[in-house]
């Protein structure tokens, strides 16, 4: 019974040191290949529409826009960006991150009827 008891010790140490060397593995290949660089920028949505209505970003940096509505307005309630096919629902007052990796050039950013109107400018 002892002996039973030390082996299935020693089998669970052999188990926990594989698995913790290949969670380590794979943090390292995902830190090479996705570096954790990250570009934010802040947008409120009022009745006068984008605030900024331009943002400027870095290319090939993922980039994480934080939407806030203000306004109680059915309009306002989707923010779309066309060309990453992001549409992302705003609930009022409550933050929502959109994210995506951006392209050089420059983009528009919507609301979900096209009336209001962003800019994205990538360089
Ligand atoms: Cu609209």
Redesign the pocket.
Known sequence: MRKHLTLMAACAAIIGAAAFTAGTLNAEAKAAKDPPKVQTAQVTVTADGYEPSTLNLKKDVRAKITFTRKVD????S?VVFPDYKVRKKLPLNKPVVVEFTPKAGTFKF???????KGKLVVK
């Open positions: 307005s059915e309009c306002a989707e919507t609301c979900g009827m096209g009336m209001y």
